[in-house]
T-cell receptor
């Protein structure tokens, strides 16, 4: 079954510390993509970072990096030097290349403490 | 920077009334998605369009929900009659290349049914 699991419902992190948000996925497909989105309290869904299943290097976008461990089927998001504005819900999603639809995790609520 | 537009941002309606949401995707994006997101959960795909054609509406409650994208550009999602359980955030997203790359989301419409 195709599934995304985010095991951390909520996290508190001190400002300026690094934070890792966990994501594991389950699929029998060989070709897929993994995404992380940020959703602030205002509601819009903001694309952060993407990793393709055939990409050998971990994706990075500014302070965001994706720790992709294919054998373990994990795609953790790492935020370096966290900021107060990083407080939000974070969703991991998997795109199936058979239909290009996204399967979403339940999300992790991240709160950055000053 | 191009954005996905949605209106209204907020809607309060009484049960059994009709309600409609509008979405204008990023120019040139052929693929358009409507999602429903219940508080505390990840988004759930309702319908996917490729140009003016429905690609997937398997999760759309067709007895009360309808969606159209007549000219393959903007789209309307309608609920008639609304029920209390329809209270949620309704998100529209668009993408290029049939969804092979990231989806860009609008600000959403927060619906409250009383």
């Amino acid at each position: 079954a195709q599934k995304i699991t985010q095991t951390q419902p909520g996290m508190f992190v001190q400002e300026k510390e690094a934070v890792t948000l966990d994501c594991t996925y389950d699929t029998s497909d060989q070709s897929y993509g993994l995404f992380w989105y940020k959703q602030p309290s205002s509601g819009e869904m903001i694309f952060l970072i993407y990793q393709g299943s055939y990409d050998e290097q971990n994706a990075t976008e500014g302070r965001y990096s994706l720790n992709f461990q294919k054998a373990r089927k994990s795609a953790n998001l790492v935020i370096s030097a966290s900021q107060l504005g990083d407080s939000a819900m974070y969703f991991c999603a998997m795109r199936l290349d058979s239909n290009y639809q996204l399967i979403w995790g339940a999300g992790t609520k991240l709160i950055i403490k000053p | 920077e191009a954005e996905v537009a949605q209106s209204p941002r907020y809607k309060i309606t009484e049960k059994s009334q009709a309600v409609a949401f509008w979405c204008d995707p990023i120019s040139g994006h052929a693929t358009l998605y409507w999602y429903r997101q219940i508080l505390g959960q990840g988004p759930e795909l309702l319908v996917q369009f490729q140009d003016e054609s429905v690609v997937d509406d398997s999760q759309l409650p067709k007895d009360r929900f309808s969606a159209e994208r007549l000219k393959g550009v903007d789209s309307t999602l309608k609920i008639q009659p609304a029920e209390l359980g329809d209270s949620a955030m309704y998100l529209c997203a668009s993408s290029t290349s049939g969804g092979a790359y990231e989806q860009y989301f609008g600000p959403g419409t927060r619906l409250t049914v009383t």
